[in-house]
């Protein structure tokens, strides 16, 4: 298991923006994809974004298309910048990483991401 270091979220006004950053503890910039999914109470977890290193590919989810935008650095740390929150985007976000380069990059499944952070929690409310 790589350890997966998170950090951002809280809460915030619907409307508002949070940004959560994601980096493996150890071989920083080798990961394959990184992905962030969330789960709110009583509620399956869900895949929202995911970006693969090499080409900087990215994927979304249908519900966060146009509000969030993932991106990464040189440094190998990943990022998710949230704008434009509703109530509903109100989660734990969990970071997940793949390192096999033939491993499926879209973040739909979590059974396609081996490592896991230890999630942060975003709320959106007056």
């Known amino acids: 298991q790589v350890q997966l270091v998170e950090s951002g979220g809280g809460q915030v006004q619907p409307g508002g923006s949070l940004t959560l950053s994601c980096a493996p503890a150890?071989?920083?910039?080798?990961?394959?994809?990184i992905a962030w999914f969330r789960q709110a109470p009583r509620k399956e977890r869900e895949g929202v974004s995911s970006?693969?290193?090499?080409?900087?590919?990215t994927y979304y989810a249908d519900s966060v298309k146009g509000r969030f935008t993932i991106s990464r650095d040189s440094a190998g740390t990943a990022y998710l910048q949230m704008r434009s929150l509703k109530p509903d985007d109100s989660a734990v976000y969990y970071c997940?990483?793949?390192?096999?380069?033939?491993?499926?990059?879209?973040?739909?499944?979590?059974?396609?991401?081996?490592?896991w952070g230890q999630g942060t929690q975003v709320t959106v409310s007056a």
């Open positions: 150890e071989y920083t910039a080798d990961w394959y994809a």
């Open positions: 970006i693969r290193n090499g080409d900087g590919s």
């Open positions: 997940a990483a793949d390192f096999d380069p033939f491993g499926t990059w879209y973040a739909e499944s979590p059974l396609d991401f081996d490592h």
